[in-house]
C-alpha cells in the first residue's frame, strides 16, 4: 500500500519562474492537505482539498499561490512568480473519513524542498 | 482558535534513560491529539493520536502520551531513549468533529547521547 507521493522531491528556481509541486494521496484517500515549513519553524497549514473542491484555504497566501485537486491526477500547488521567501519545504497530507463521515488522521509524504535562487 | 506550545526546542537524555517531551494545547472545542516524528529530510511519520476514549494512547517505537484535560496537556513519553530515537518530534492538534486543518507546535529536536 503506497503511502503519499510527491514530486519533485528538490526543485530549484530561478526568482520570477513558476514552480509546480506534485502530489498522490494514499489510496482509498479522497481529503488533500499542503503544508510549509520554512528552516527551523514547524508546519504551517496552507490548504485543504477535496476532489474538485477547495475547502479551506485560510493559510494561503494572498498572491502567486493556487492549489487544485482534479477529478482524476494529482493535488498539484502552484507558485506563480517565485520568490526567495518561498524557499521552503512543502509537504502534502491526506486522509480517509472516519466512522464518523470526517476526515480522520493526516498521513504525510516526503515533502518537495523548494529553493529559490 | 487552537494552539500548540512544545517546551524546549532542544532535548537530550542518554541512552537508556526516560524521554519526556512536552506539549500544551489550547483549543476552542475537544480536539484531536497527535504526535509526529521527523527524520532528516524526511516527512512526517505519525507517533500516534488521540481522539476519543482512554486518556493514555500507546503509539509506535514504544512512546506513549497521556491526555489530561485538566492540564491542557499531552506530553510523549518513552521509558528508555534509544539512538535511532533521534529526530524532531511536533505535536499537533486538530478540532474534532469536523473537517479541519492541524496546528503544529513549532518542534522538539531530541538528541540522545551515548
Known amino acids: 500500500n503506497a503511502g503519499v507521493m510527491q514530486n519533485p522531491r528538490h526543485l530549484v528556481r530561478r526568482r520570477g519562474q513558476e514552480a509546480r509541486l506534485r502530489c498522490s494521496p494514499m489510496?482509498?484517500?479522497?481529503?488533500v492537505y499542503w503544508y510549509r515549513q520554512l528552516p527551523e519553524e514547524g508546519l504551517k497549514f496552507m490548504v485543504y482539498?477535496?476532489?474538485?473542491?477547495?475547502?479551506?484555504e485560510s493559510g494561503m497566501p494572498k498572491e502567486r499561490f493556487s492549489a487544485e485537486f482534479p477529478k482524476e491526477g494529482p493535488s498539484i500547488l502552484r507558485i506563480q512568480q517565485v520568490v526567495r521567501g518561498d524557499s521552503a519545504a512543502y509537504f502534502c497530507?491526506?486522509?480517509?473519513?472516519?466512522?464518523?463521515?470526517?476526515?480522520?488522521?493526516?498521513?504525510f509524504g516526503p515533502g518537495t524542498r523548494l529553493t529559490v535562487l | 482558535a487552537q494552539s500548540v506550545t512544545q517546551l524546549g526546542s532542544h532535548v537530550s537524555v542518554s541512552e537508556g534513560a526516560l524521554v519526556l517531551l512536552r506539549c500544551n494545547y489550547s483549543?476552542?472545542?475537544?480536539?484531536?491529539l497527535f504526535w509526529y516524528v521527523q527524520y532528516p529530510n524526511q516527512g512526517l511519520q505519525l507517533l500516534l493520536k488521540?481522539?476519543?476514549?482512554?486518556?493514555l494512547v500507546k503509539g509506535i517505537n514504544g512512546f506513549e502520551a497521556e491526555f489530561k484535560k485538566s492540564e491542557t496537556s499531552f506530553h510523549l513519553t518513552k521509558p528508555s531513549a534509544h539512538m535511532s530515537d533521534a529526530a524532531e518530534y511536533f505535536c499537533?492538534?486538530?478540532?474534532?468533529?469536523?473537517?479541519?486543518?492541524?496546528?503544529f507546535g513549532s518542534g522538539t529536536q531530541l538528541t540522545v547521547l551515548p
Open positions: 497530507a491526506s486522509s480517509p473519513l472516519n466512522a464518523g463521515e470526517f476526515p480522520d488522521t493526516q498521513y
Open positions: 489510496k482509498g484517500h479522497s481529503h
Open positions: 482539498l477535496q476532489k474538485e473542491n477547495i475547502i479551506d
Open positions: 483549543s476552542s472545542v475537544p480536539p484531536y
Open positions: 488521540y481522539t476519543t476514549g482512554a486518556t
Open positions: 499537533a492538534v486538530s478540532p474534532s468533529g469536523s473537517a479541519r486543518q492541524l496546528t
